[in-house]
């Protein structure tokens, strides 16, 4: 079992989440633990509000969200009621028992996997203090439940990697499929809240597998000036379609202003996965002799790994993004090392000789020289008859005190010596 602790600062924004995969018929809720009620009973306001009443105790708490995961191998088919009793015990264990939460059955991905959405502000208006909370509490509660119910262990098989569990399991967003809002919500939301990103253009490198950008306009506006931001659905081609929505309006308010507290602290938590991505990706070049671009980025994608070069107007390569999907990190490629940027991956591909013209010092043109000299009617004299020509005697004789001096006009009136004359 693979368990994971996402915390947040909207309890809506989380609560919207699994909802709308119940409505989409992805998710069902299977328990509904101190609401005081039947789950067929419990409409969404209910379940905002009965969370939202322990958030207003303490306005000076941001962080009063959590949205856990439980994940199993594919290989094991659990009941309803097991996957319930699993739940119950992993929030006893890590002293959420007596809080108010959800949990939500998934079945978008090939494995079992549960949502469990809660608070950590209690009745009185004491927060749970959640400061590693994963290590501390939630990594002994998984391994007591491995053993407890007979589940795969996860310790020492990579985790997600060993249980088969799919790194990405966000929808791809498809104009017309969904509610415009709801979709790019949905994707916003699941992309900022689980992946280490340091900037916006990092963040819309995530998002755009996802059929989604984050556009702060040209530099020259007022929105750009005003650092506002707005969020919009991609088509096939890349290009925005429908109507783009402003991110103080969408759930969880994932504002420009918001996620620049969130690029310093990116820096330092992806710090630890350095190493495994670089590993990853010179497993690759491992793999070949010589490699071209299209198969270098096709068997990064095997290794969940989505590249992409950053190109200018003109066609130069000027940059170089590696999105681990596995991690859920994002690392410009001069972050990983010098031998990781563009320029470095780019000579070491096979590419055409154009985009390594962009890259390297253009040689001496070559290509400029004929291999047969162009036919011409203006034929140049051969070097000795012209030599020749240049030691013929002129049309006149020069006198011997040097050439002669050009005649010069005489002025109407005026003398050379400046005397008038008649």
């Known amino acids: 079992m693979v368990a994971k602790i996402i915390t947040g600062k909207n309890i809506r924004g989380l609560l919207l989440y699994n909802e709308n995969k119940v409505e989409a018929n992805k998710a069902e809720l299977i328990m509904a633990s101190r609401f005081g009620g039947d789950i067929e009973q419990l409409s969404f306001k209910n379940k ?231 590993k990853r990706i010179d497993k690759v070049f491992r793999g070949y002799t010589t490699i071209t671009k299209p198969t270098f980025l096709q068997e990064l994608q095997k290794q969940n790994i989505h590249a992409v070069f950053r190109q200018n107007e003109q066609g130069f390569i000027y940059g170089l993004t590696f999105i681990d999907n596995k991690n859920r990190t994002v690392f410009n490629g001069s972050d990983l090392g010098k031998e990781y940027s563009a320029k470095a991956i780019t000579e070491r591909l096979a590419l055409s000789d154009q985009l390594k013209t962009y890259l390297k010092p253009q040689q001496q043109t070559r290509y400029l020289k004929k291999t047969e000299p162009d036919t011409s009617y203006l034929r140049a004299p051969e070097p000795v008859k012209f030599l020749e020509a240049l030691f013929d005697k002129p049309d006149y004789e020069p006198s011997v005190n040097g050439p002669r001096k050009r005649k010069r006009k005489k002025r109407k009136g005026i003398s050379q010596d400046n005397q008038l004359t008649l």
Do not use: W
């Not at 009965?50 to 094991?76: C, G, P, Q, W, Y």
């Not at 890590?94 to 809660?118: C, E, N």
């Not at 929105?223 to 707005?230: A, D, I």
């Open 48 to 278: 905002l509000t009965r969370f939202e009443n322990l958030t207003m105790l303490n306005s000076r708490v941001k962080t009063n969200a959590l949205h856990i995961m439980l994940n199993f191998d594919t290989s094991e088919k659990i009941g309803t009621a097991k996957l319930q009793q699993i739940a119950a015990a992993y929030m006893d264990k890590i002293g959420f028992g007596d809080q108010p939460y959800l949990i939500y059955r998934h079945k978008d991905a090939s494995h079992d996997h549960l949502h469990i959405v809660t608070t950590n502000m209690q009745a009185d208006g004491k927060r749970i203090d959640l400061h590693n909370i994963g290590r501390l509490l939630s990594e002994p509660a998984r391994k007591e439940l491995e053993m407890e119910y007979g589940l795969v262990k996860a310790e020492g098989k990579g985790l997600k990697e060993a249980l088969g569990i799919k790194p990405i399991d966000i929808e791809k967003a498809v104009y017309g499929k969904t509610p415009t809002k709801r979709a790019i919500t949905n994707i916003v939301s699941q992309v900022t809240n689980t992946y280490k990103f340091s900037s916006v253009a990092e963040l819309n490198a995530v998002l755009k597998q996802f059929n989604v950008v984050a556009d702060r306009g040209r530099e020259d506006t007022l929105m750009f000036e005003k650092k506002g931001l707005l969020y919009s659905i991609l088509d096939k081609e890349g290009n925005k379609i429908g109507i783009p929505f402003k991110a103080s309006s969408l759930n969880g308010k994932p504002t420009l202003k918001n996620l620049e507290e969130k690029f310093e602290r990116n820096k330092e938590k992806r710090k630890p996965y350095k190493d495994d991505l670089k």
